[in-house]
């Protein structure tokens, strides 16, 4: 499988905000820069309304991390930024540090394709602060559009019950890097295959297409161009029939399939581009039947997702294949996970200190800790609860409480006998993976299994039932006293 090296150069160390930088020279500046920190990556609420989002993106991400170097170019590059008075805006050591730089931190993450919720740390890096902080960007650009893009691709498969999608938003993506973090995405999330040869390419994605409108126009002549279409690619003859008139673009696609038959080639699909989809696919199935090609697939696009697909359903549609570009790869109706980059935990002489980030809003106040999720599960394999807990406080014992990190009177109490999963696992240490990375196909395995230890009504798609999650009774204690000390501490307005 391809890696993100192979598209871009191997330095993205700069793939970052400036900000970033100029702390990280704040802190060699002020000596804090190697002491060790802990940084988690996390998101406030679920997109799309929905009961669950899928984890993608990490791959790329470590990938990005390993090869973490900054090139001569990259170096020259910042010795040219101007702060105020036209003076340098980092400093020659500074520069120099860079120029040595190697990523060294211990990355613990909840691997990829796995189902995840509100506040739970999908990346935790601990190491030196200037590293953690310097990756902070690219982390939250990668696994954060990722994991968008896997989870509407995991609620359009749901929507389609037992039909296929296919990932046709290339055109429509943000750029290039947008289109194959998408078709990756999406991949995970469950869709068949990609128009994207590029992404088919570097990840091992399944290819599909057909011909556009202009392949009709240029002929003039809607039969010839079926036709010649069939002559010229008779192992992929899907036809698509609404350049002018759907039915009896149907009506020619099916004289089409004849004219294949002598030979023992076969009308694989048409599609269904515009119009009334219900309608449309109703009728051409029943054309399709009529006339003998009961195998002959109905594919059908035009701005689809979840909810358009879900209601062309139930009004009876006879789709069989649903292509998904726009509304899919640009995560249309949410483009944004609202990812967050928080630290949690900073060691100082005394031992680990726990910031806090304090809010009006309970669910922006920060969780302090070296934080990990254990997942609970019942003896059907469905899961249960979600805990947040801190690493270095004691285990808590079987049969604890959860509380709602955004509301402290809601609470949970885990039952007896529900299996506990660890979910946050080490996949780098001092820079190096731990392990060889998941095949895409594994990663996809992997979600199609967490979907389904889902309750349905989580999986459903308007309303879904909340899932439990919630901080471990000591974590939410202690983030309280935080809370009501750096309180104490301000100014009365």
């Known amino acids: 499988m391809s890696r993100v090296s192979d598209v871009y150069r191997p330095s993205l160390s700069t793939l970052t905000d400036l900000y970033e930088l100029t702390m990280g020279a704040g802190y060699q500046a002020t000596g804090v820069a190697d002491r060790e920190a802990v ?48 003076n340098s ?76 999608i296919l990932e046709f938003g290339l055109r429509r993506a943000q750029g290039p890097d947008g289109a194959l973090s998408a078709a990756r995405a999406a991949y995970i999330g469950g869709v068949a295959a990609t128009s994207n040869v590029l992404a088919g390419r570097l990840f091992g994605i399944p290819v599909r297409g057909t011909h556009a409108h202009s392949w009709v126009q240029v002929f003039d002549d809607e039969q010839r161009a079926f ?46 581009d515009s119009g009334d989809l219900a309608y449309l696919s109703i ?20 701005d689809l997702d979840e909810h358009t697909i879900a209601s062309l359903r139930e009004q009876g549609a006879r789709v069989d294949i649903w292509g998904v570009g726009t509304r899919l790869d640009t995560c249309y109706d949410q483009p944004a996970l609202g ?29 302090p800790g070296v934080l990990g999720v254990r997942r609970f599960v019942d003896d059907t394999g469905q899961f249960r609860a979600d805990m947040i807990y801190d690493e270095d406080l004691p285990a808590p014992p079987d049969g604890d409480v959860i509380v709602d990190p955004a509301d402290s009177l809601h609470m949970r109490a885990i039952e007896r006998g529900w299996r506990p999963q660890e979910m946050v696992e080490p996949v ?22 967490q979907i389904a230890a889902l309750h349905p009504a989580i999986r459903r798609l308007l309303n879904p039932h909340i899932y439990p999650v919630g901080l471990e009774m000591r974590l939410h204690e202690r983030r309280n006293a935080l809370v009501l000390e750096r309180r104490r501490g301000q100014p009365q307005v």
């Open 39 to 86: 940084f988690s990556l996390s998101f406030r609420s679920l997109p799309f309304g929905g009961g669950y989002a899928i984890a993608a993106g990490l791959d790329d991400a470590l990938e990005i991390l390993g090869q973490m170097r900054f090139e001569p170019e990259d170096i020259e590059h910042l010795r040219s930024l101007r702060g105020t008075g036209d």
């Open 227 to 272: 036709d010649a279409y069939a002559d010229a690619q008779p192992d992929n003859v899907t036809l698509l029939v609404d350049t002018y008139e759907s039915l009896a673009g149907v009506a020619h696609a099916i004289q089409t399939g004849r004219r294949l038959q002598p030979s023992g080639r076969v009308l694989a699909a048409i599609r269904l």
């Open 339 to 367: 990812a967050i980059y928080k630290l949690t935990a900073i060691c100082e002489p005394g031992g680990w200190r726990y910031p806090i980030k304090l809010s009006e809003h309970s669910a922006k106040i920060s969780i």
């Open 428 to 449: 780098m240490r001092s820079g190096k993976r731990t392990r060889p990375a998941p095949t895409l196909d594994e990663v996809r395995d992997r979600a199609r299994a």
């Open 283 to 302: 009728e051409a199935r029943r054309m399709l039947d009529e006339a003998g090609f009961s195998d002959t697939k109905i594919v059908a696009s035009n």
């Open 89 to 164: 805006l980092f400093r020659p050591d500074f520069l120099d540090g860079l120029a040595a730089f190697r990523f060294t931190c211990d990355v613990d993450a909840i691997p990829e394709g796995t189902v995840v919720f509100a506040h739970e740390p999908l990346v935790r890096i601990r190491g030196p602060l200037l590293q953690a902080q310097l990756v902070e960007s690219m982390l939250l650009t990668v696994v954060g559009f990722q994991t968008l893009v896997a989870t509407k691709a995991a609620r359009i498969v749901e929507a389609a019950g037992g039909g296929s």
